[in-house]
């Protein structure tokens, strides 16, 4: 096959190989749960524009909250100087999180956030003079695509490129059901050391990893155990908070508090690229000195850009005066009930459910052929106007939460007639 670049677009598009795809339909405008693309069609956005859209796209509390913003100013240095916009959403932020978490540093992405994190943990403990470096992370994790993010998440195909340059850290494996004991072991054997710096987990779900699943009292281990070693504990909740496990954050389903908390992704509720990293005060003391080189080391250009602050701290009105945990609680219900009818179909495995994310694995056996499962199912959702990005054979939907019933009718029945389509494939 031939293919006409004339007429390509120059743009080099994330994790894309250009070669195999068609030219992208250009999206022109968004609302609520749809896309309208260029030619007019209407296409249900069944994982929230990879996870960022959380209650639906331009709510007008947060649209509005940005053209206000806009009028009074654009980026300014936040050194030397702070603004409202910024100052009203780490208390916003703080009023949310567990009380432990006293103070929050702002930045641009997730990544960026698990590597704010992860310098904060060093930085601990080099000031004080005890210094720790080894960080132990869990099998199938991810933390962002950024060198210091890749070197402590899942290694394969994806960096196989860079691995000379990843940094080394200790692995628990994954608590697979019967497996648990096994993870606590490790994480205990790991920390035990005494040169552990930092655990990182992305709490009850697994993103990236292919939305695998664990249960909140292991995430009480974890803190139990993590306490006993003085070793942090740092949540990577950029995926799973903003009420995609069903509460705002997963850790609260566990009732724990990280030391360090990185949110990102559905903060502005999708609106508006903005990052923050919250710590103790155990972490800001130890940065804290008559001494300028024990300051923390970081900053992004564009940290708390007054526009993106604009848009979470209205994010954070419409938790505190919509009823956005009964829409959680409306999805979460209308995935349960799809979810049972496709239980004890033999053509799926594995059909779980963390509040509004739904996954469940399509039971093919030849694994050679995975890697063409996913953009085969892509184009198959995608001809019946359905946004839905399997990973590898694992199909999930995670949508924002002004999705209908009507919308998730037909995305559950695309999935059901995937799993025929894929069959007949093989
Ligand atoms: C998406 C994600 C990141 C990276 O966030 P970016 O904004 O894409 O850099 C980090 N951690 C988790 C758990 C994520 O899902």
Redesign the pocket.
Known sequence: MTVNHGARSQIWHPFTQHQLEPAFKKIVQTQGAYLLDEDGRSILDAISSW?VITHGHRHPRITKAIHDAVEQLDQVIFAEYSHHAAEELARGLLDLAPAELAHVFFSD????S?EVALKMALGMHHNRGSPRSRIVVMEHS????TIG?MSIGARGVFNAAYEPLLFDVAHISFPAPGLQQRTLDQLEAHCRCGDVAAFIV?PLVL??GGMKMYPSHLLKEFRRITTTHQTLLIA?E??TGWGRTGTLLACEQAGISPDILCL??GITGGALPL?VTLSTSEIFDAHLSDNRSRMFFHSSSYTANPIACAAAAANLKVWREEPVVSRIRQVEGMHREWLAKFRTDPRFDNVRQHGTIAALDLAIAAKGYLSEVGPKLRTFFRDKDLLIRPLGNVIYLMPPYCVTEQDLRRAYEAIDEAADFIELMS
């Open positions: 996870w992405s997730g990544s960026t698990v991810y933390h962002g695509d993010t992305e993103g990236a990577d950029v995926m990102s992704k990052a």
